[in-house]
């Protein structure tokens, strides 16, 4: 039977590059009461092969733990102990929690632990003799965010000099959607070789986990740094030759990582996936969306379509198949690079679905070599930059340092001419520096630097003789440019303290539950289910274990160290009481108050997020893990803040798949953090 090219692209919707089975998104996917679990219900593990997996593992664990407490290699065994401990938390975790998807799973589990044994052995006499193999590697770090051994894949090349020689290529390989792809899974591809299409010659391929399926987003977009940052312990990487690449969910994946962070990549090469919400989930799912006002404009985030201007800072390829629907995404993007003046390379291989095309991919990898010849351009004359968020703050030598307002366009056009002149045109920024590290300012050290900034030209001061150079501008109550002379006094929001709750979990969090008794029953027992909620999914969905403590356990290291996750209100917890007087939203006997608006206590609860008053340089969350619930697990596309900086939740009506009750308010804070008019619903 010969298929249609329609059922030719349906089928590789189904079958997708990387060789796995997956669910089709369709119709019933768009059913909100009627969401199938992700990930699904594994298979049955036999009691005997229970028992076997249990006996090894309590084997492994004896391992580490005693690794953990011998003092001789402790350097060594720190930095290496995760490359064991993924081999057993993997196992752990998908034995206790049903996540066997295959009988050939469960084999590869016996020998996933007997590679934690052999790597246990060699840590104890302080050696690591896996940092020193080619071909196919498995390895794991320990994140910051959660502190859980975290895999990720290598490929080293046959010819890698371990012991010298020059720095080397790295390409980041984003794989796609696989909703059965648990830490077993992964590995046992990553240590096969399997679920990779690229081979560039003479360089690195690394595989981030991107802890599952969430495009490499929020935790998943954090995990390609740590997973970057873990491998240049061994291996000497080129940092002006490092490509971001992916395919279906990598290649969405491929195209947030090329527009917030295209200065730092020698080029980008997205395929199929998709690059924005709305249309996508328009198109390809077939979804009616009515986002709420703040739900569209969080789209900004995630959007590559906004930002698309930032693509003029690093080369990029775009590749779809020719009659694949995901070909939608490329489109998107060429329309968006269109409209700020750019032409984007998107080619196309011929007659193709779901999947690369060997001769375009033979094109691709040529059209990248040409790129790694030259590598990245480390102080380009002119950067353009856009950005909607300080999460995304930097661009080559141009730093966003406040906006006029989070999630509108800011914008910096910045050009070196000569006579030591740098010219700088802006939209939606209120301040910003200019930085360039030691030998990387091409001005000349002799020469008065001249900058001008909307027409406004002011002398700056002269850069160092190490060729290092960083300096600031703001406006003052005039909206005049000057030179920036001191920082603001009070909050603001800045990089890393943006909001909205979500940035919390992108970095080291802690969850603090109530001891107290609540104000009110009803809310105390949302209160509860929800933070059960929130550890659970953050398992199931970003792949580690939340940090917990009481709030009559919490420390002073702790609120150092962590953005503190409460739950209550001020009666039922001991540190949220502490500090509930210096939140702009208050609590009262029967009412909670924002601003000049009252909510009933007895069936309201707030979400928020605001800078920690007991540790300003960290968030305080309230009542929220990320917010994105179960429908939205259905489609990558979906998985997009759905709040802001804080929202009022009423429990008269019920948690669901989308939302943990009704939004009755809810907006974003100021620049200053401080509590803007709540706009109408």
Avoid at 21 to 50: K, M, W, Y
Avoid at 193 to 208: C, D, F, R
Avoid at 216 to 232: C, I, Q, S, T
Avoid at 397 to 425: C, F, L, P
Wanted: hydrophobic content about 40%.
């Amino acid at each position: 039977m010969k298929l249609s090219k329609f059922g030719i692209s349906m089928l590789s919707l189904i079958l997708l590059n990387t060789g796995h089975v997956v669910l089709a998104d369709g119709p019933s996917d768009n059913l909100p009461e009627q969401v199938r679990p992700v990930p699904p219900e594994g298979i049955v593990v036999s009691p005997e092969q229970t028992k076997q997996l249990g006996e090894n593992l309590e084997l492994l664990d004896l391992a580490i733990q005693s690794l953990r407490g011998q003092k001789e290699h402790a350097a060594v065994i720190d930095a290496y102990l995760p490359d064991v401990e993924i081999c057993h938390r993997s196992v752990r975790d998908a034995l206790k929690y049903g996540e066997f998807f295959s009988p050939k799973e469960i084999e590869w589990s016996f020998q996933l632990l007997q590679i934690g044994m052999t790597r246990a052995a060699a840590l104890k006499a302080g050696e690591t003799p896996w940092t020193r193999e080619t071909g196919n590697v498995i390895r794991a770090y320990l994140s910051r965010i959660d502190g859980s051994a975290q895999p990720y894949g290598l490929e080293i090349p046959a010819g890698y000099d371990f012991d010298g020689g020059e720095p080397i290529r790295l390409d980041f390989w984003f794989h796609g959607r696989g909703e059965k792809l648990s830490e077993v899974s992964f590995l046992q591809q990553r240590a096969k070789g399997s679920g990779g299409k690229v081979k560039p010659e003479n360089a690195i391929v690394l595989h981030p986990y991107g802890r599952y399926s969430n495009a490499n987003k929020f935790a998943g977009e954090v995990d390609l740094f740590e997973a970057l940052d873990h491998a240049r312990r061994d291996y000497r990487i080129d940092e002006d030759r490092i490509f971001v690449r992916g395919f279906s969910m990598g290649g969405a994946a491929c195209w947030q990582f090329a527009v917030h962070h295209a200065g730092l990549w020698a080029g980008a090469q997205p395929g199929a996936g998709f690059s924005e919400t709305p249309d996508f989930l328009k198109t390809f799912q077939g979804e009616t969306l009515s986002p709420t006002w703040w739900e569209e404009k969080l789209w900004r985030w995630y959007d590559a379509t906004n930002w698309a201007i930032n693509l003029s800072n690093t080369p990029t390829i775009a590749y779809s198949g020719e009659i694949d629907r995901q070909k939608q995404a490329a489109d998107m993007m060429v329309e968006a690079t269109e409209k700020v003046g750019l032409r984007l390379v998107h080619l196309i291989g011929p007659e193709t679905a779901h999947a690369l095309h060997p001769a375009t991919l033979a094109e691709i990898e040529g059209r990248l070599a040409n790129i790694a010849e030259i590598g990245r351009q480390r102080v380009p004359q002119t950067v353009r930059f856009v950005t909607y968020t300080l999460r995304y703050d930097r661009m080559h030598w141009v730093r966003v340092d406040r906006m006029s307002q989070h999630w509108e366009k800011a914008q910096i056009d910045a050009t070196m001419e000569e006579g030591n002149r740098i010219k700088v045109k802006t939209e939606g920024v209120e301040a910003f520096s200019l930085v360039f590290p030691s030998g990387e300012c091409p001005l000349d050290p002799a020469e008065i630097p001249q900058v001008i900034i909307d027409g406004k030209n002011l002398q700056a001061p002269r850069i160092w003789t190490d060729r290092s150079w960083e300096v600031g501008f703001d406006k003052d109550d005039a909206g005049i440019w000057k030179l920036a002379s001191e920082e603001l006094e009070g909050l603001t929001k800045h990089h890393g303290l943006q909001g909205p709750i979500d940035d919390a979990f992108m970095d080291s969090f802690l969850m603090i539950s109530p001891t107290g008794t609540p104000m009110n029953s009803k809310v105390g027992g949302w209160c509860g289910a929800e933070m059960e909620h929130a550890i659970t999914h953050w398992r199931r969905q970003f792949r580690g274990d939340a940090r917990v403590k009481t709030d009559a356990e919490v420390t002073d290291e702790d609120i150092a160290n962590h953005n503190l996750v409460l739950w209550g209100d001020p009666q039922s917890n001991a540190v949220l009481k502490r500090i509930a007087a210096k939140l702009p939203i208050h609590w009262e006997k029967d009412a909670i108050m924002i601003g000049d608006q009252s909510f009933d206590s007895s069936d309201h609860a707030v979400v928020m997020i605001y800078p920690n008053p007991l540790n300003p340089d960290r968030y305080l969350v309230l009542n929220s893990g990320f917010t994105y619930r179960e429908y939205d697990y259905l489609n990558n596309a979906r998985q997009t803040p759905k709040l802001p900086d804080w929202a009022v939740v009423d429990l008269k009506e019920p948690v669901s798949t989308r939302w943990p009750g009704g939004i009755p308010a809810a907006g974003f804070f100021g620049e200053k953090w401080e509590l803007l008019p709540i706009r109408k619903k």
